[in-house]
């Protein structure tokens, strides 16, 4: 072989043209011609350059390379010398400045037809829309009854009405001008009509654009804050109408009706459930609505025990804990419909597992929400008692699961108050001690024993408001009573230095949140001060404070009792520089913030009376308002 041959420069056909077809097309011919080079246009002359002085000088052949330099480009490319990479390295859009133009121009257009089409949107634009979804509606409506058994005679007129119910979508982006032509134009009760058309994929339509007319967000678009109320006002009308229309109930039908096995249909129950939060999120006070005359907390409660997770379930659950929040005819409702026995079969399958992903993780999470809120009722507290809810919290407290946390929460809803006397005492009769306290410990289960954690801050005071609820409703000188003071006796008082160290780390907190208020006070008069003392309690019970009352409650209480107890928590106070009148001090502030109104609850299940948390402070500061005596 010759090595010559090897580094033979290839024979390329001169020049760099394509070769066209046989049969040209006119836009072959006029690509072509853009980008070949104009060839037969002559030059201009030379021009003269003249320097400072006046004086000309001819144009050499370096100066027409220099300039023929800075025209070259690669085809004619207008971005050759613009665009360029990370590297330096230039490479251009590949048009000339003749197709950049072009390209500009359809651009152009297209923008102002866009720009066209979101402004057309005006009163009488609206109201075209709306007369072509009403004859829609009406032809499909008469070729239904008429050929009732024939859908070949109406199924281009559903397809007609699908069309323009979709084509109303556009009217969530100019609610101001809409909303009102809706409710006078009379389309708002033809809307919700249509929830029970015969055919489901219409109904999806309606819920679809109905989740999108009442999103908390129309009109949002627009900074003029003036605007924005607009907006609100005429929500508020659409939404009012959509009430008197009796949405909620064709709606809470609908999700029966539709099957979630389709995913349109999964489509649909998903836009239901956010025409609820809408609606919720409007006005909270429709809840009771929503509960009272629909089906709706009957379903929930049964889709949420369903097996198998999806993002539906979990809509379901956060409705729920919505639902229960703040309103004690819900949670009435919510336990005449069995739901602590739902919400807890719904529970027990994350005593042995935990969530497998974030979404499972907020619908165990709101499920437990919902529990604790509708703990707040007696009548729930009962329930959850014969339901075995304290025995299955403590299965949970055991597990070290992510569960643990929000069933010691569960506990300390459950427990509190004089009704949860019974709570207390079944709590204690199923271990809960032996698992109580070593979760304010840190410490582990016995397979666990030598991990040592904190606990979160907030299941510290879910832990300490269980352990003050069991000091208040057990009675003295029971058995359970004296097991559950044993308790800081063990292991040389560890579960009281325990307490001084949180009380310790609460009292550091509110100093600093002292220290804002008085620096705010100086700025203040004294008429102003007196309006902001109850903000600015609020922010020390947030600061620390009300942590500070449960543990110098919790002293209060084991100090009184024992001897041993008074004797070591004094000696540690004083090495804090703290007395037992620092204690009395901080529950005098408690029995003054403490509600005056008569506990409505005097009595526990079995009839006795049982003192207010306010008599119980007021007995604990006459005992503990002594010198401090060893």
């Not at 950049?100 to 257009?109: D, P, Q, R, V």
């Amino acid at each position: 072989m010759d090595i010559d041959d090897l580094f033979k420069v290839p024979k390329f056909p001169p020049g760099n043209k394509r070769k066209l077809p046989d049969n040209p097309t006119p836009e072959i011919l006029k690509r072509m011609r853009i980008n070949s080079p104009a060839k037969e246009l002559k030059s201009p002359p030379p021009k003269s350059h003249t320097t400072e002085k006046g004086k000309h000088r001819v144009a050499t052949v370096e100066d027409e390379e220099d300039e023929a330099d800075h025209n070259f480009a690669p085809g004619g490319d207008a971005d050759y010398f613009t665009e360029e990479d990370e590297d330096g390295r230039f490479f251009g859009g590949g048009l000339t400045s003749e197709q950049k133009e072009i390209l500009s121009i359809f651009e152009s257009a297209g923008g102002e037809a866009a720009m066209d089409d979101s402004e057309a949107l005006s009163v009488t634009a609206i109201r075209r829309m709306l007369l072509r979804f009403e004859r829609a509606m009406n032809k499909n409506q008469d070729l239904r009854s008429k050929y009732p058994d024939d859908p070949t005679k109406f199924i281009d007129s559903e397809a007609d009405l699908d069309a323009a119910i979709k084509g109303l979508l556009p009217l969530a982006q100019a609610p101001v001008l809409a909303y009102p032509e809706l409710v006078r134009s009379g389309s708002v009760a033809l809307l919700v009509g249509l929830l029970a058309h015969e055919n489901a994929d219409i109904v999806i339509d309606i819920v679809e654009l109905i989740h999108e007319l009442t999103d908390e967000d129309v009109g949002n678009e627009d900074d003029d804050e003036e605007s924005g109320e607009t907006a609100e006002e005429a929500l508020k009308v659409l939404i009012e109408s959509l009430l008197e229309n009796s949405i909620l109930e064709l709606l809470v039908d609908n999700l029966s009706r539709l099957k979630e096995t389709e995913e349109s249909d999964r489509q649909g129950v998903f836009h239901i459930l956010g025409i609820f939060e809408n609606v919720l999120g409007f006005d909270p006070h429709l809840s009771s609505k929503l509960v009272g005359k629909t089906a709706f907390l009957s379903w929930a409660l049964t889709r949420t025990q369903s097996k198998t997770h999806d993002e539906n379930r979990g809509y379901a659950a956060e409705l729920l804990s919505i639902l229960l929040q703040d309103n004690q005819q819900n949670r009435q409702e919510f336990g005449k419909q069995d739901g602590v026995e739902a919400t807890l079969k719904t529970l027990s399958q994350y005593r042995r597992r935990d969530p497998v992903d974030a979404d499972e993780t907020e619908f165990m999470e709101n499920i437990f929400d919902a529990l604790c809120s509708a703990l707040s009722e007696p009548s729930v507290k009962a329930q959850f008692l014969a339901a075995e809810g304290p025995d299955l919290m403590v299965l949970m407290m055991k597990e070290r699961l992510q569960s643990k946390s929000r069933s010691i929460k569960v506990l300390d809803y459950a427990m509190s108050g004089i009704t949860g006397s019974a709570v207390c005492e079944a709590f204690i009769e199923a271990s809960g001690l032996k698992t109580l306290f070593p979760a304010l410990m840190g410490k582990g289960s016995k397979k666990q024993r030598s991990t040592t954690n904190v606990p979160p801050p907030e299941d510290t005071g879910h832990i300490l408001g269980v352990i003050s609820s069991l000091f208040s409703n057990i009675a003295s000188d029971s058995p359970a009573r004296i097991r559950l003071l044993a308790k800081f006796v063990e292991s040389n008082y560890e579960k009281v230095d325990k307490l001084l160290e949180i009380r310790d780390s609460a009292r550091t907190r509110l100093n600093v949140i002292e220290a804002e208020i008085l620096k705010e006070k100086k700025d203040t008069t004294d008429e102003e001060q007196s309006d902001l003392e109850a903000i600015w309690y609020l922010r020390r019970l947030d600061g620390g404070l009300f942590t500070l009352q449960t543990v110098d409650y919790i002293l209060a209480w084991i100090i009184m009792e024992d001897d041993g107890i008074r004797a070591h928590a004094l000696q540690m106070l004083r090495r804090q520089n703290q007395s037992l009148q620092d204690i009395v001090q901080t529950l005098r502030i408690f029995h003054e913030n403490v509600d005056d109104r008569p506990d409505i609850y005097s009595t526990d299940q079995n009839g006795d009376y049982s003192p207010s948390q306010k008599e119980i402070l007021e007995a604990l500061v006459a005992a503990l308002d002594t010198p401090d005596t060893e």
